[in-house]
């Protein structure tokens, strides 16, 4: 039976000479799946980043603790009540309670409403109608098939470009043609960078309003396991051939010791590529029946780093075909999940054998990337041996 994961990403714009949000998302995960909550507080600034993080975390907690959509409501009623002026809530919301197992319940209050596609068309969702406290939700029920996207805005989307390129800004039907074209990209990440970016945009990179974008999809699990450095204890080399054999999905080892002993193991030959290598280019990846890629360890790992954060930084594809660009672009789009087993051995050409295991170089390069593919919205596991 395959495996699925909730693939939720989100991304904000500050309203133009605000230091601080007055949009907010909280994300917490449950047993069987997660709550999300996005919520926009009424105004900019501080003011508005305190009633919109107020909103949202008395509503992810209430509904992690058990309590209904009513009482939730009534408790964000009672302690942010209407603006007495406007006549306006002092905060609107969108919740979404997703199940690991597709099952979606979601609840608008005076949001944008939100945008749903399955296979690259519009879904429309069954929506119920409901007051409580004299305010008026929308509650819906539905199921989440793989693949499927839900996008959440606040209403700065919706105004994106008044008073700069569009007079109404860009309006619901508009944003909903945009997002029905990026729906199929294979990452939620992707989909709030793409649809934030045009609003930065329309808003000539000055913002009239907090704009933020939660996307979300529905993925099946993809495993890399990454396997570098040899074990501190030789007499281990067996355990991590043992689960390197065991793993599900793509493997893959950095560092010749590391390739060699599974190698010796396994009794087979790593074939070296020469093929478009130079002297002044990353050492030769290697080819080893059983395994998905073998490259040098050191020096094609901190590329990879490299690499990887100069796509989070500038959005910019990474097409080099050394060793760091392939591994790079197998983390980044054939990876849900990467477990990394790193070998605590210390490799003297590195550093000197009597320093700590927190002077490894390798290892602190390791740690870096754990960091960069964390902030990718990848799940990694580091395991050492």
């Not at 597709?102 to 949001?111: A, K, L």
């Not at 991590?240 to 560092?255: E, F, N, T, W, Y």
């Amino acid at each position: 039976m395959m495996e699925y994961y909730i693939d939720a990403s989100y991304r904000s714009l500050n309203k133009k000479g605000e230091e601080l949000c007055g949009d907010n998302v909280e994300y917490i995960k449950t047993e069987d799946g997660c709550i999300m909550v996005l919520s926009d507080g009424l105004g900019s600034g501080v003011k508005a980043n305190i009633l919109a993080t107020l909103t949202s975390k008395i509503a992810v907690t209430m509904l992690m603790e058990g309590s209904t959509i009513d009482e939730t409501m009534e408790t964000i009623v009672n302690t942010l009540p209407e603006c007495k002026v406007r006549k306006l809530a002092y905060s609107t919301f969108t919740i979404i309670k997703l199940s690991d197992n597709g099952e979606c319940y979601m609840v608008e209050y005076d949001n944008p409403p939100c945008f749903f596609y399955r296979n690259g068309c519009d879904l429309p969702i069954d929506k119920v109608e409901r007051h409580i406290n004299g305010k008026t939700i929308y509650e819906s029920n539905f199921r989440f098939l793989p693949g499927d996207l839900l996008t959440v805005v606040s209403d700065g989307a919706v105004h994106a470009g008044v008073g700069e390129l569009l007079n109404l800004g860009w309006q619901w039907d508009s944003i909903n043609d945009f997002l029905r074209g990026m729906s199929q990209k294979k990452f939620a990440r992707d989909i709030a960078n793409g649809l934030l970016e045009v609003c930065n945009t329309l808003y000539d990179g000055k913002p009239g309003d907090d704009t933020t974008v939660l996307a979300i999809k529905l993925q099946p699990v993809k495993y890399v396991n990454l396997f570098t450095g040899p074990p501190k204890d030789s007499t281990l080399d067996w355990l991590m051939v043992d689960i390197l054999h065991r793993a599900p999905g793509m493997k893959i080892l950095c560092g010749g010791t590391t390739a060699n002993i599974v190698a010796s193991h396994w009794k087979k030959e790593i074939q070296i590529d020469l093929s478009g290598y130079s002297p002044d280019s990353l050492p030769p990846v290697g080819h080893l029946e059983g395994v998905d890629l073998v490259t040098e360890g050191l020096i094609t790992l901190s590329r990879t780093v490299d690499y990887l954060r100069e796509y989070k930084t500038f959005s910019t594809a990474i097409t080099q075909d050394d060793g760091a660009g392939i591994l790079a672009r197998h983390l980044l789009y054939d990876a849900s999940h990467v477990n990394i087993y790193a070998g605590t051995a210390v490799n003297p050409a590195h550093q000197n054998p009597d320093f700590p295991l927190s002077f490894n170089i390798k290892l602190k390069i390791v740690k870096d990337l754990v960091k960069i593919l964390h902030s990718l919205d990848k799940k990694v596991v580091l395991d050492y041996l």
